[in-house]
Structure formats: C-alpha cells, structure tokens
C-alpha cells in the first residue's frame, strides 16, 4: 500500500544508523538517555510522514471529488457536494474553498429555482383537479450552503445574503412576495439570515450565531421568537435583553398590532409555541416543541411586556373597513381572550382595562368565535380541563360519535395520548378499535414512540423488549436494537453484539432493492467498529451490495419515521439515525485502513452514495480532533 511504502525510506536510515549507535553507546556508556532520545524521534517523524501522507490522500480525494461533482446530474447534488468539499478543504487551501462555494452557492441559486417552478406546476395541476393543494416546502439548499459557509467565512455568507435581500426585492416588484405568508412573517431574506443563526446557535456557535442574528432582531416573528427562545437556554441574560430590545422597537412601531403581541407572548410565556390570528379568526399556530415550560423572567423584562402589550391592545380601533391590522377585530379579540388569564395573573389593573377593550369588539366578532372552543385560543395558556379525566372526556366523544370509525379515531386519540403519559390504560383502547388494520398501525406508532423514549432514558433493556416483539416496521426495529447496542458497547460488549445480531437477521429480511436494507446493515457495522473490526469490515461489504442494489439510498439524511392517519388526525413521529448513514461508518474505516476504505468508496455506483463516503475518508483524515468531537 502506498503509504506503507513511503515509509521505507525513513526505517533504512534508521537501520543504517543502529551499528554506529550501539558502538558509541559501548564506548561512552551513556546510552540510555540517548538512544530514549533518538527512538522518540525517530519514532515521531514517522508519525508525522504518516499523517503528511495521509493528508495529500484526502486532499486529492477531495480535488477529484469537487471536479467530478461539476458533471453530476442532480443539481442538488452537486451544490450540496460542491459546499461540504469546500468546508473540508478549508484548513488546506481557503482560496481554493472559496471558489467551490461560489459554485456551491450558484448551483443552489439554480436547484432552488428549479424546486420552486416544479412545486408551482403541482399546485396548479392540483387546483386544476378540483383538488386541495399540497404545498411542502422544498428543500432549502442556499440554506444549507449558508450554515456551512458562515463557519468559515462571515464576509462570504453576508455577500450570500445581500444576494437573497435582492432576491426579496425582486419578489416585492414582482407583488408574490405575500403569497401564502402569515400575517406576521418576515421576508425571505431575514427568515434565511435568522434561520441561519438559529442553526449556528444550535451548534454551540453562540457568538456567530449573535453576530448574524443581531441585525434582523427587530421585528416579531416566528423565526425571531423562537432564536430568542434558543437563546435562553444558553445565555439568558443576552436574550432578556434582545428581547428588550425587540420590545422597545414593536412599542415605537405604529404597524404593531394584536398579532405582534401574541408573538412577544410566545417568548414570555409559551417558548417555541407561536400562534396568530387572521381577520376571519382563522389561526397559525407553529410549535417546535411541545411542554417547554414558560421561562422565569427576571421581574422588570416581565412587567416590560406586559407595559408594552397593554400599550399596543389599547390603540383606538379603526373602523372597520379602515382596519388595516394583521388580525383585524376578529383576530384581536380572539389574542385578548387568549392572553387575559396572563394579564389577570400578572397584571391585574390592566386586565380589567382590555376586558373593557374586548366589550368594543363584541359586536363584530361572530358568536362561535365568541363562546366556541378554539384550541389556537387556549394551547399552552390554560391547563387541560381538569375537572373530568380524559376517559370521560372520551367517552363524551364516543357518545356522539356516528360511526365505528368516528369511535375508533377517538379510541387512537386517547390512547397515543395516555400512552406518551405512560398509562397502561392506553393499550386496553387499543384493544377497543374495531378496525384491524388501523388498530395495528396505532399500535405501532405507540412502540414506536415508547422506543423512543427508552432510549432517551438510556433503557436498554425496555428497548430490547421492544424491538423484539413491539408492532414495529424492520427499519424501527434495526433502529431500536442498534441504539439499545450502542448503549450497552461500553458496559456489556457481549449483549450489545447479541442485540446487533438480531438486527442483522432483521436486515437481512428487509427486500435487496429497498435502501432500508442498506441503511440497517450500515448502522450495524458502525456499531460493530466498536466491538469486531473485522466483522465490521465484513458489514460495510454486504452494505456495499445493497445500497448498489438499491435506488434511492444517499448515504445521508436517515430519518426513521412513523405516522399514524385516521379521519380526525395525522401524527408523525421522526427519530434521527446518525447511525444509518454513511460518515460514522467511513470515519472508523478510513482511520482502520485508508487505502482499503477508499477502495470501498469507489465501490458505490451511485453519485450521491460515492461522494458521501469520499467526503467522510476525507474529513476523517483533515478534521482537528476537536472538530471530531463535536461532531461525534
């Protein structure tokens, strides 16, 4: 092997200076803190022609890479390739990396673009069926380029972002800037600048993070609520102030109304719970996270918001058909109704000011939204009714319920429900739902999330059990037992192995031409690294095969999921598998044996699998220990 031979020149010389050595040793009799010397030396500089060697591998594996990516067919692709081979060569030659995320950035620009047109056609072809239509956000790839460029280079990515800002400006000529936008949302440009910070923030990067965050913390919105809320968690007393901050420039703004309260109302109150109203008391409500407990704000911060919001609610209404709030009236008595309790609690002589407020806007608000329930009104402000338990909060559904699938929904409802409070009750409703086959995907989905949870507690043992007999799908159950495995390598190698021989049988069940396959036996010899190099060797093999057998497989991105569906409710649940992807794998196989892990890499014969194991072998080898770290 190359680097093994490029290390005989060094071992002669040491050979050809061993006579010469041992005869001055015999002769002066001071050799033993020599020769301990000179060993040490020698032995130092064949580290280091090793590391050097090395290091010229990975740099020409990433040269190849990024010239190969020029002539990749997804678009996508080649942006994301072209931005991850800058990021790695960064430390070697930041020129060179710069110039690849131009490239990296204008592929986006492009793949965007496209995304963008093809998402416009489905929509239209489903409006023009008569259809609903389906808008999911498309991949965000200037996005991911930005995350990776503001790391290295903040110049860089500001010049990215002024790019978007023209964009933003183009969009507003053009008047589609508002199309399908919340009442409160921000620009394009502004979402990208602090759902960039967000990402830097939740990598521990608090100052970048800060540094591009600063400049759009003016304005409420989701996006900025929800960075102030992140914040928090690391540094509280820099997000009190933003906050502040924030809260000064909203009270100075006379476009401020009902709904910009209710967004300051999600940092003081609800954190990563943001809702608004529209004008026909229609509600947006995004959560991020679900019982995040409302922070303990010092005093002053807190009599500031409640200051502000008073001040902004009791603006003088303008007549209704000269309204040109967000909310409208309907919106802004619907944001009353819901922050009152706060203001009842917190500030009691103010409450009695915006009941007044709330008398005004009475009549213009329809009877439904006035005494109906409205969950977007209560989320995360009042408890949940205590005054019955939820079965008979249940059985008052079932009473008016028409049909056996009305009841078995209810039935699903209440038993995800009990189920993630860990009441054994949950799996007796299960056993109520007369369909069998939605009764089999609710149980499924409630294994799944109780996986989820054992793992979290560091359960092996709960997991097992699960993964074992739970109404799992193959890629949960390879997911449960190689996360129950990782947690036991340290402490009980040998059931760790066991568990990772029963998600090899499990794998191995899973049809050749589905990715799952490969995913599961890529999680297993990543773990296996761990325990046998050689049966981890073996692993990353059979992987190989299958992921050439398979369309689809990436390499990247695993996401292991469930989703239960029924005509009252949709629930997903998403648990991430490192593990299922091809960088922890390939780091332990470029540090075991270069040559042979890139031997491997070349093995994949589809772009996006090949690049992704060429970019592993080569961080390995060029990341800082540190950088290793923390991304292990």
């Known amino acids: 092997m190359a680097h093994r031979m490029s290390l005989f020149p060094t071992l002669l010389?040491?050979?050809?200076?061993?006579?010469?050595?041992?005869?001055?040793?015999?002769?002066?009799?001071?050799?033993?803190?020599?020769?301990?010397?000179?060993?040490?030396?020698?032995?130092?500089?064949?580290?280091?022609?090793?590391?050097?060697?090395?290091?010229?591998?990975?740099?020409?594996?990433?040269?190849?890479?990024?010239?190969?990516?020029?002539?990749?067919?997804?678009?996508?692709?080649?942006?994301?390739?072209e931005a991850r081979a800058a990021d790695a060569f960064w430390e070697?030659?930041?020129?060179?990396?710069?110039?690849?995320?131009?490239?990296?950035?204008?592929?986006?620009?492009?793949?965007?673009?496209?995304?963008?047109?093809?998402?416009?056609?489905?929509?239209?072809?489903?409006?023009?069926?008569?259809?609903?239509?389906?808008?999911?956000?498309?991949r965000d790839l200037r996005s991911e380029v930005l995350r990776i460029v503001a790391k290295r280079d903040k110049a860089l990515a500001e010049e990215f972002l002024a790019k978007l800002s023209e964009a933003d400006e183009r969009e507003k000529t053009e008047a589609t800037a508002k199309l399908n936008r919340e009442p409160t949302e921000a620009s394009i440009s502004t979402t990208k600048r602090i759902q960039l910070a967000r990402r830097l923030l939740d990598d521990g990067e608090i100052d970048k993070a800060m540094a591009f965050a600063t400049p759009v913390l003016d304005s409420v919105n989701r996006y900025s609520i929800f960075f102030l809320s992140a914040l928090r968690e690391k540094n509280a007393a820099a997000a009190d102030q933003g906050f502040l901050s924030l809260m000064a420039r909203v009270a100075r703004d006379f476009s401020s109304d009902a709904n910009t309260v209710s967004g300051l109302s999600s940092y003081a109150f609800t954190p990563f719970l943001y809702v608004t109203f529209e004008k026909d008391g229609g509600a947006n409500m995004a959560q991020e996270r679900r019982g995040t407990a409302a922070p303990d704000l010092p005093q002053p911060v807190r009599t500031a918001f409640f200051r502000v919001a008073s001040d902004i609610l009791l603006r003088p209404l303008a007549a209704p058909d000269q309204d040109q709030t967000s909310s409208g009236r309907t919106g802004k008595y619907l944001v009353l109704k819901r922050l009152l309790p706060l203001f009842e609690q917190h500030a009691p002589e103010q409450a009695a000011i915006l009941k007044t407020q709330m008398s005004a806007?009475?009549?213009?608000?329809?009877?439904?939204?006035?005494?109906?329930?409205?969950?977007?009104?209560?989320?995360?402000?009042?408890?949940?009714?205590?005054?019955?338990?939820?079965?008979?909060?249940?059985?008052?559904?079932?009473?008016?319920?028409?049909?056996?699938?009305?009841?078995?929904?209810?039935?699903?409802?209440?038993?995800?429900?009990?189920?993630?409070?860990?009441?054994?009750?949950?799996?007796?409703?299960?056993?109520?739902?007369?369909?069998?086959?939605?009764?089999?995907?609710?149980q499924g989905y409630i294994d799944f999330e109780a996986a989820q949870r054992a793992i979290d507690k560091k359960d092996s043992v709960t997991a097992a059990r699960l993964a074992k007999s739970g109404e799992l799908t193959s890629p949960q159950r390879i997911w449960t037992y190689t996360r129950a495995a990782r947690l036991l390598i340290a402490s009980d190698q040998t059931r760790a192995v066991e568990l990772l021989d029963e998600a090899t049988l499990e794998a191995r069940r899973i049809s050749g031409s589905s990715p799952d396959r490969a995913k599961g036996l890529i999680a297993i010899a990543t773990i296996l690294s761990q325990a046998d190099r050689v049966r981890s060797w073996e692993m990353a093999a059979e992987a190989l095969k299958a992921a050439n057998a398979s369309e689809g497989f990436t390499g990247e991105d695993s996401v292991v999921t469930a989703t239960l569906q029924s005509p009252q409710m949709v629930l997903m649940t998403n648990a991430t598998a490192a593990d299922f992807d091809l960088l922890g794998l390939f780091r332990f196989l470029a540090k075991d044996d270069l040559n042979r892990s890139i031997e491997i890499a070349k093995g994949f014969t589809a772009e996006a699998p090949r690049a992704a194991a060429t970019l592993a072998i080569a961080r390995s080898v060029l990341e800082k220990p540190t950088e290793t770290a923390a991304r292990e």
Request: net charge positive; hydrophobic share 40%.
């Open 361 to 442: 806007l009475q009549s213009d608000v329809p009877a439904d939204m006035r005494t109906g329930e409205n969950r977007a009104v209560t989320n995360g402000i009042l408890p949940e009714d205590t005054e019955s338990s939820p079965l008979e909060r249940m059985q008052e559904r079932l009473d008016r319920a028409r049909t056996s699938s009305e009841r078995d929904g209810i039935y699903a409802d209440y038993a995800v429900a009990l189920s993630g409070k860990g009441d054994q009750k949950a799996q007796e409703l299960v056993g109520k739902i007369e369909n069998a086959v939605f009764r089999k995907s609710v």
């Open 13 to 81: 010389l040491l050979l050809s200076l061993t006579p010469a050595s041992f005869a001055q040793n015999t002769a002066e009799k001071k050799s033993p803190p020599t020769k301990a010397v000179k060993t040490k030396t020698a032995k130092s500089e064949e580290s280091e022609a090793v590391a050097a060697h090395r290091a010229i591998v990975a740099v020409s594996l990433l040269t190849a890479l990024a010239d190969e990516a020029r002539g990749f067919r997804d678009q996508a692709l080649r942006a994301r390739i």
């Open 92 to 138: 070697a030659d930041p020129d060179k990396a710069r110039a690849l995320f131009r490239r990296a950035w204008d592929d986006a620009e492009t793949a965007d673009a496209e995304a963008a047109k093809r998402q416009a056609e489905q929509i239209r072809q489903q409006e023009a069926a008569g259809g609903p239509a389906v808008r999911r956000r498309p």
